[in-house]
């Protein structure tokens, strides 16, 4: 529990060594904070994929997917022969171009039981794990049991109180569920679309990846003429 003084040495007479001792602390205090933000980013997902425990061939589902990173961590761990379907509400945060050929990108509310049921399809059938980057407001609903196969589990951190719960849910069959709540954790909470900031309208991403728009008030969740799933070539 020691205090590192960092100081930089100055060449000029201009007097200001003091003040790049204290940039110099600053740069250094700044990067600390980076690299234990990506520490506890790294520990996240290794938790969670082991807690799923995900192996090669399998079909995960990524909820939260961000900019992708996820996504290709799990890429290389189901291999070629599986497939990482990733699903994020911000557009402005994903990377079409940068994505591995066995992931998948949907654009679009995460809970959304249409989006869910693309991201299945779009896989070629039930996921065998599930992994949540945001925390859920509410317990693990029928809509994301539904995208399981009976082997099948989701991990997923859920608030409880002022608390959240990193949770484990854990299909046995299609009638017997195993549920663990296990550490405590502090997620990015769940957001709804009315949240994103407005952005302008553009033309089609390249790559591999598809926008679900959610219903809006007063719409039905089965109105399909609703939805643009266009799937781009990749």
Do not use: C
């Not at 602390?25 to 425990?53: G, K, Q």
């Not at 959240?164 to 046995?172: A, F, G, P, V, Y």
Request: proline fraction near 6%; aromatic fraction near 4%; charge should be neutral.
């Amino acid at each position: 529990a020691g205090f590192v003084q960092f100081s930089v040495a100055s060449s000029d007479t201009s007097g200001n060594t003091r003040s790049e001792r204290t940039q110099g602390r600053r740069w250094v205090l700044a990067n600390l904070e980076d690299t234990l933000a990506a520490a506890i980013e790294m520990h996240a997902y290794a938790r969670s994929f082991s807690l799923a425990e995900i192996v090669p061939g399998q079909r995960v589902l990524d909820l939260g997917g961000g900019s992708g990173y996820g996504a290709a961590l799990l890429s290389r761990i189901v291999g070629d022969r599986g497939i990482v379907v990733s699903v994020e509400l911000d557009l402005a945060l994903t990377r079409p171009d940068s994505r591995p050929a066995n992931v998948i990108t949907i654009t679009g509310d995460a809970l959304d039981t249409r989006v869910l049921r693309e991201a299945r399809k779009q896989a070629g059938g039930p996921f065998d794990a599930v992994v949540v980057g945001f925390a859920l407001a509410e317990p693990v609903g029928e809509n994301l049991l539904a995208v399981i196969g009976p082997a099948g589990s989701i991990v997923a951190p859920v608030v409880h109180g002022s608390v959240q719960h990193l949770t484990r849910i854990r299909k046995r069959n299609e009638n017997i569920i195993e549920l663990e709540h296990l550490e405590d954790v502090h997620y990015v909470r769940q957001r709804a679309p009315a949240e994103l900031p407005a952005r302008p309208s553009t033309g089609p991403a390249a790559g591999r990846q598809h926008e679900a728009n959610s219903p809006g008030e007063g719409e039905s969740s089965n109105n399909e003429k609703r939805m643009k799933l266009p799937l781009l070539p990749p």
